[in-house]
């Protein structure tokens, strides 16, 4: 098998397409895990989880310098039923190629739409299949095949796939219940695929990583567990780990597709046999080299938001997130880098613990390979309250996770947000974000340990009022605080008046919540006027007040003029959110 490269085509599209059939017809391998294993799912004639088969060709021209001189197509059929989404998640993070298959009769569905937003996500490159043309009337197929593949090309014109050859074909001429016939265009795609494929990046020399997605026993063989290398390689005798059990066993024999090997690497779709190990303890799950892959309690993530989900997703909201076949609930917080000109947010080892961050009440859109262009009423509608966020659109978003549960994750992965628990009849996308892990928190005290360093901050403003003037350095004010607040926690801090002065608080006045505010550079004197006219009017105020009225007035009027000359006392700080002191900073 050295001199044959493997190759993983992602199938994925909306239930009933003809996933599975295409498949079938492209086949000449089935692995263990193939075509619809599960009774109910030949009951109902739908895929419930991902099936995989193969099938080889010789290497094609632009790639006869890779050293390979056959190339095997793997298959990673995955199910089309929204319910499913976490393993759909699961198998695309596992593929070099997608192969979107829309039923060309009803185009783009609901859960083709997904496909193709985790497509995006997941993949460089696809081809689209416009399955069931023999379901067409003849005397107009080619109009409607050409018809559909205008609306496909409109579809995919502001994504990264704008460019995909479309491909109709009839995987299985007269549906599941027909007789066997002579499948449609399947040569053309065969084709198609071969000139799409390229060399993917492999390295030998990473940690060893496995995506298992089934596990069962063989009797007199011990027990199989077949998945996907997703980086470095393994050999026979070699010791794995199953960091999720806590448990270390041995290689004993390795298949790729019914042959034996000695080794995998990367890319590789592969049967593990080990012994002693009961099946079911793991359906799916990651095998790893020993200690390759911690159990992590939270992660930051550089996260970008999916532009075809319409909902806010706003701060400490919980989402399912998913990494390889794992889904767990998770509660996210977001932040962007202080500013786009200083030191930047990730470093070689990871994420920059140096910045300073900004909080964010949402995650914001951006144009990107997985959003669409706005309309101009989404920009109506784009959120303004966010009172911490300075950029309508940071170029650098983060966001914190903390997991409910503990999951396993290799670093760089891959994270995928989303609402699993909306309903799946309605015509939305639950897929809400996505992001590579950049730091990974394992401390069951990280609240206290790793928390405090990550620097992120909210903006604060308070705002009072100048209530009259000590002397020409010294007013006293009121509103900024509530009588119990300790005003000694903000001694020392700076205010601004709104007629230009900047002074410092240097205490509390009384026991009411007034306090002192000394005046540097002393008081203007047209701030002079407005205090001691402010002072007067407040002595007068209830003769005055009781003047107008008795005599017919307005008893507002003095105090609309008193307002109409108020000096306003702002005093404006930040504070680190994840500071156990909760200092108040001025810069």
């Not at 996933?19 to 895929?47: C, H, M, V, W």
């Not at 079911?280 to 938001?305: F, N, S």
């Not at 007068?540 to 005599?551: E, H, I, L, R, Y």
């Amino acid at each position: 098998m050295a001199n044959v490269l493997n190759f993983n085509v992602g199938v994925l599209g909306h239930i009933d397409s003809g996933k599975t059939s295409l498949a079938k017809a492209l086949s000449q391998t089935a692995a263990t895990a193939s075509f619809d294993k599960n009774p109910q799912s030949k009951e109902r004639g739908i895929t419930l989880d991902l099936g995989f088969s193969s099938f080889l060709t010789d290497i094609p021209e632009h790639m006869k310098d890779s050293k390979h001189d056959r190339l095997q197509f793997t298959l990673v059929d995955c199910p089309g039923h929204a319910s499913l989404i976490r393993t759909i998640i699961g198998g695309a993070q596992i593929i070099d190629l997608m192969m979107l298959v829309v039923d060309v009769t009803k185009g783009v569905q609901t859960q083709t739409a997904e496909c193709l937003v985790i497509g995006e996500i997941t993949c460089q490159k696809m081809v689209v299949v416009l399955n069931k043309v023999d379901l067409l009337p003849p005397e107009k197929k080619k109009q409607q095949i050409e018809k559909m593949t205008k609306r496909m090309l409109k579809t995919l014109e502001n994504t990264r796939f704008a460019d995909s050859l479309i491909i109709p074909v009839a995987a299985k001429p007269g549906g599941p219940e027909a007789p066997e016939a002579e499948a449609e265009g399947v040569t053309s795609l065969v084709e198609e695929l071969k000139r799409q494929a390229y060399l993917p990046k492999r390295d030998t020399n990473g940690p060893f990583i496995y995506a298992v997605d089934h596990c069962f026993s063989i009797r007199g063989q011990g027990t199989v567990m077949t998945g996907t290398v997703l980086s470095g390689s393994i050999d026979v005798n070699d010791n794995i780990e199953i960091p999720a059990l806590k448990m270390t066993k041995k290689v004993k024999s390795i298949q790729m597709f019914r042959k034996p090997v000695n080794t995998v690497m990367q890319g590789d779709r592969a049967g593990i046999c080990v012994t002693q190990f009961d099946p079911k303890q793991l359906e799916r799950g990651m095998v790893c080299y020993p200690g390759a892959l911690p159990t992590i309690l939270a992660g930051i993530i550089d996260v970008k938001k999916i532009g075809y989900y319409k909902a806010t997703i706003s701060t400490k909201a919980k989402f399912h997130i998913t990494t390889g076949h794992a889904t767990v609930m998770g509660r996210v917080s977001f932040f962007s880098p202080h500013s786009e000109k200083e030191i930047t947010a990730t470093t070689d080892s990871g994420f920059n613990f140096d910045q300073e961050y900004i909080y964010q009440e949402e995650l914001q859109s951006k144009q990107s390979s997985a959003n669409p262009k706005k309309s101009d009423s989404d920009k109506e509608n784009t959120s303004q309250s966010d009172e911490a966020t300075q950029s309508p659109s940071p170029n650098q978003q983060f966001a914190l996770i903390e997991f409910e549960k503990p999951i396993t994750c290799a670093d760089s992965s891959l994270l995928i947000g989303s609402k699993l628990d909306t309903d799946i009849h309605a015509n939305m996308c639950r897929l809400a974000f996505y992001g590579q892990l950049v730091y990974s928190i394992s401390d069951k005290n990280y609240h206290d340990t790793i928390l405090p360093k990550l620097k992120i901050f909210k903006n604060k403003a308070r705002e009072g009022i100048a209530e009259r003037m000590l002397d020409d350095y010294n007013i006293i004010g009121r509103a900024l605080f509530k009588k119990e607040t300790n005003i000694q926690l903000f001694v020392g801090l700076k205010v601004n008046l709104s007629t230009g002065e900047t002074g410092v608080i240097e205490g509390g006045f009384g026991q009411s919540g007034k306090y002192k505010v000394r005046i540097p550079d002393g008081l203007k004197e047209d701030t002079k006027k407005l205090l001691a006219s402010t002072g007067k009017k407040k002595g007068k105020g209830k003769q005055a007040s009781q003047a107008d009225t008795s005599a017919g007035g307005d008893a507002n009027g003095p105090e609309t003029t008193t307002d109409h000359q108020t000096i306003h006392i702002t005093l404006n700080f930040k504070r680190y959110i994840h500071d156990p002191k909760k200092k108040m900073i001025q810069t």
